[in-house]
């Protein structure tokens, strides 16, 4: 062991003390830190076997008739919000608010959205396809997206959403018409009178 004798005067009476070098401080601090550095290389290294056990052995469930749980419904909720907070349009909807564009809109809906996400009757009238989607899509007339900013719902016609039954509708739609559905989105809820009967026609 590696220290350094040396002699202090206390009261008067000359005391010797053995002190560690530095030298030998830094190599104790050197190995310390190494075994910290291993010790979170093989903690990684585990996790990664067991997440590749799970996957492997079919542990994660992948019947579509369940309930997600907690814990997958915030991490779901989590990523889409953290992404759509940077990646979705910001602005206004360009597309007018009037009555023309919301019936155009409501069009748009029963034409593409109304199978998977109801019609004005909200969830009884959601369809056998949307009862056995997992996870369930949101009937909108119930659980709306009135307070979201309409840029959101445009991202999500456009790209989908993964791990859903939510499909990419890019090439299918114009961009336009993305605004147009996410204006009739906004105020499905306080519809003019005109839109309103247009609305409470829509099957699916």
């Given at each position: 062991?590696?220290?350094?004798?040396?002699?202090?005067?206390?009261?008067?009476?000359?005391?010797?003390?053995?002190?560690?070098?530095?030298?030998?401080?830094?190599?104790?601090?050197?190995?310390?830190?190494?075994?910290?550095?291993?010790?979170?290389?093989?903690?990684?290294?585990?996790?990664?076997?067991?997440?590749?056990?799970?996957?492997?052995?079919?542990?994660?469930?992948?019947?579509?008739?369940?309930?997600?749980?907690?814990?997958?419904?915030?991490?779901?909720?989590?990523?889409?919000?953290?992404?759509l907070q940077r990646e979705?349009?910001?602005?206004?909807?360009?597309?007018?608010?009037?009555?023309?564009?919301?019936?155009?809109?409501?069009?748009?809906?029963?034409?593409?959205?109304?199978?998977?996400?109801?019609?004005?009757?909200?969830?009884?009238?959601?369809?056998?396809?949307?009862?056995?989607?997992?996870?369930a899509p949101p009937q909108?007339?119930?659980?709306?997206?009135?307070?979201?900013?309409?840029?959101?719902?445009?991202?999500?016609?456009?790209?989908?959403?993964?791990?859903?039954?939510?499909?990419?509708?890019?090439?299918?739609?114009?961009?336009?018409?993305?605004?147009?559905?996410?204006?009739?989105?906004?105020?499905?809820?306080?519809?003019?009178?005109?839109?309103?009967?247009?609305?409470?026609?829509?099957?699916?």
């Amino acid at each position: 062991m590696e220290y350094i004798n040396a002699k202090v005067l206390e009261g008067g009476r000359e005391r010797q003390y053995a002190y560690y070098s530095i030298a030998h401080i830094a190599q104790k601090k050197g190995e310390s830190m190494k075994g910290f550095f291993w010790g979170i290389v093989a903690t990684i290294a585990v996790l990664i076997l067991i997440g590749f056990a799970i996957i492997k052995f079919g542990l994660i469930p992948a019947n579509a008739d369940a309930t997600p749980g907690a814990f997958e419904n915030w991490a779901a909720d989590a990523s889409l919000t953290a992404t759509l907070q940077r990646e979705a349009p910001k602005g206004p909807d360009p597309v007018p608010l009037n009555d023309k564009n919301l019936i155009a809109g409501i069009h748009l809906y029963a034409k593409h959205c109304a199978i998977c996400h109801g019609t004005a009757a909200g969830d009884p009238s959601a369809s056998p396809i949307a009862r056995g989607e997992y996870p369930a899509p949101p009937q909108l007339a119930t659980d709306g997206v009135e307070d979201d900013p309409e840029g959101w719902d445009v991202w999500k016609v456009e790209h989908g959403i993964r791990w859903t039954g939510m499909p990419s509708w890019k090439g299918v739609i114009t961009k336009k018409q993305a605004w147009t559905l996410a204006l009739f989105l906004k105020h499905m809820d306080k519809l003019p009178p005109a839109p309103e009967q247009v609305w409470k026609q829509v099957t699916n």
